[in-house]
């Protein structure tokens, strides 16, 4: 198929993660049509996520207050091909309304009526979330396949605006810093507050090392719980965040990011930050960058019902209360080991990304 479009629409409403997931298809759409106009149609806030993105042209902040006027918007900017990645009704409705020649989205899913063109998936294909979007694509008859990360672009001072605001919290550049990022929108997806302020005594008796917990909306309880039980003057809370790239900014400082499987995981990943990342009823491979020593995942394997994508649990969170502090530590040291001395953002040099 010989595809030469001059403007593209990609659509993935939600969530933070999945958006930064589509920005590798963002690139290779870019490379293979570099005189198309590309857009991404999402969310507040996942849009915050693509500002500065060389492989986005624009992006449209959808509301679900008149989805009406988003469909007129769409039909109105006359797109030659419009991608559903997220293929549930909303998404799949506005991409059969575009008004465009192809309409494309995955053929596996009970939205794939909206589509003229269905993307088939392989055995062979990737199972990582971004990697296997882009495998998605090869039924556009691409010439140019290639895989690289999800990728954030953060300005040189909003990464020297993230140094100060931990300078100002007396984080200096002694020792390993540590992020935690402890909440989810699923208890099937976090391992528990203990577990977290076990964990961060251990890390924090080591050397000079500190540990940060980060926190949205709703997850300052959580968060200065465990900061409480880590004790003071060793753990952090982190400060509010009022945007994501805020956020953002000060996750590009530290060494290594612990989570569940959340946004801020893949914030860190797309910044190049080392993770650590513990999962109980995901499976691992399909949101982690294959072998990657600095992206490294953990869980309770002893757990017959790992990666079972329940969103409720009949076995007591067994996967996730079952997987003890001790066991995440010894994987975390391990990455420290080898990952060297500290490197930071701007605790040495302003306006760079490891």
């Known amino acids: 198929m010989a595809l030469s479009p001059k403007k593209i629409l990609l659509i993935q409403l939600r969530q933070i993660g999945d958006v930064l997931l589509t920005t590798p298809a963002a690139q290779v759409l870019k490379d293979n049509f570099p005189g198309a106009k590309l857009d991404l149609l999402t969310q507040a806030p996942c849009h915050e996520v693509l500002s500065g993105n060389p492989f986005v042209d624009e992006t449209l902040v959808y509301s679900k207050a008149n989805p009406l006027k988003w469909i007129r918007e769409v039909r109105e900017r006359k797109y030659d091909l419009v991608i559903d990645f997220m293929s549930n ?5 506005i991409c059969f309304a575009s008004g465009a020649p192809l309409k494309a989205g995955p053929a596996y899913t009970s939205s794939s009526w909206a589509y003229n063109l269905k993307l088939t998936k392989s055995p062979l294909d990737h199972p990582y979330n971004p990697f296997f979007k882009i495998d998605l694509l090869k039924a556009l008859g691409l010439k140019n396949i290639f895989y690289p990360y999800p990728k954030m672009y953060l300005s040189g001072q909003e990464l020297l605006d993230g140094s100060n605001k931990l300078k100002e919290l007396g984080i200096t550049k002694a020792g390993r810093l540590i992020g935690f990022a402890p909440a989810s929108r699923r208890l099937t997806r976090q391992w528990p507050p203990e577990h977290y302020a076990e964990l961060g005594r251990l890390i924090t008796d080591h050397a000079q090392n500190k540990v940060i917990v980060f926190w949205g909306p709703g997850e300052k309880d959580l968060a200065a719980k465990i900061t409480n039980e880590i004790g003071a003057g060793k753990a952090i809370l982190a400060p509010e965040t009022k945007t994501l790239r805020k956020l953002a900014s000060l996750i590009a400082n530290i060494d ?12 860190a990943t797309s910044l190049g ?3 650590l990342s513990i999962y109980g009823m995901c499976n691992p491979s399909h949101w982690t960058p294959p072998n990657d020593d600095k992206h490294r995942t953990i869980a ?5 019902c790992i990666s079972c994508y329940k969103t409720k649990c009949p076995n007591k969170l067994i996967c996730l209360t079952g997987l003890k502090a001790a066991d995440v530590f ?20 302003p306006g760079t990304i490891r």
Request: charged share 25%; proline share 4%.
């Open 330 to 349: 010894t994987k975390l040291r391990e990455m420290l080991i080898e990952s060297g001395s500290r490197k930071t953002t701007e605790l040495q040099t």
């Open 300 to 304: 309770n394997t002893d757990a017959e």
């Open 256 to 267: 290594l990011l612990v989570s569940n499987f959340n946004g801020p995981k893949h914030i």
């Open 89 to 93: 009704p909303r998404s799949a409705l």
């Open 273 to 275: 930050i080392s993770t």
